[in-house]
């Protein structure tokens, strides 16, 4: 199974900062990558797939890039609803899907 | 707007089967756009890719838990389902079921917390 490695594994930012998550695969995916975010006692939400295509209804100030081996996801200005935390996906190589180990982002 | 819907027990025996069914509206299981799944998290942890059906009943199962694993769909009730047999406290978890296209989870149900405890 590919593994995925999320890093870093939590992080404290403040509102309006910029934020880098990154996302390292066992082995190539090309862009088989997608991003969600979870809030405390919610559903994941898809952000981003395809390692760069924002989901429909997404926010501009998320973004993703890489192919292959190395992610990542921007966000470009922290707003107070992002506050979360968030997986990377790879869905190149299944069985198994496999998930990132999750970042988790705090307020400050 | 499609609606996805966990239903089953919460409380279930070791060694006993879980079962969970997720009740579709909104729109077709019979769409062939679409592939439809389980994800799990255990309390405090990540997500685990549990399996997927798709509406021919073609199946794909993560192989860790493929040897205790079932997953059905019935087109006429507009539901799939999850069984896991032989739990252990290890499998309790809040259990999702999510619709996807090529394994991109793009709509999740709110979940359903099942618990393994005598």
């Known amino acids: 199974a590919i593994q995925l490695t999320q890093s870093p594994s939590s992080l404290s930012a403040s509102v309006g900062d910029r934020v880098t998550i990154t996302c390292r695969a066992s082995?190539?995916?090309?862009?088989?990558l997608a991003w969600y975010q979870q809030k405390p006692g919610k559903a994941p939400n898809l952000l981003i797939y395809d390692a760069s295509t924002l989901e429909t209804g997404v926010p501009s100030r998320f973004s993703g890039s890489g192919s292959g081996t190395e992610f990542t996801l921007t966000i470009s200005s922290l707003q107070p609803e992002d506050f979360a935390t968030y997986y990377c996906?790879?869905?190149?190589?299944?069985?198994?899907?496999?998930f990132g180990q999750g970042t988790r982002l705090d307020i400050k | 707007q499609l609606q996805m819907q966990e239903s089953g027990p919460g409380l279930v025996k070791p060694s006993e089967t879980l079962s969970l069914t997720c009740t579709v509206s909104g729109g077709s299981i019979s769409s062939s756009s679409y592939y439809w799944g389980w994800v799990r998290q255990p309390p405090g942890k990540g997500l685990e890719w549990i399996g997927t059906?798709?509406?021919?009943?073609?199946?794909y199962y993560n192989p860790s838990l493929k040897s205790r694993l079932t997953i059905s769909i019935d087109t006429s009730k507009n539901q799939f389902s999850l069984k896991l047999s032989s739990v252990t406290a290890a499998d309790t978890a809040v259990y999702y079921c999510?619709?996807?296209?090529?394994?991109?989870?793009?709509?999740w149900g709110q979940g359903t917390l099942v618990t393994v405890s005598s």
């Open positions: 082995q190539g995916i090309s862009s088989a």
């Open positions: 059906i798709f509406y021919t009943g073609s199946t």
């Open positions: 996906q790879q869905f190149n190589s299944y069985p198994p899907v496999t």
């Open positions: 999510a619709r996807h296209r090529r394994h991109i989870l793009h709509h």
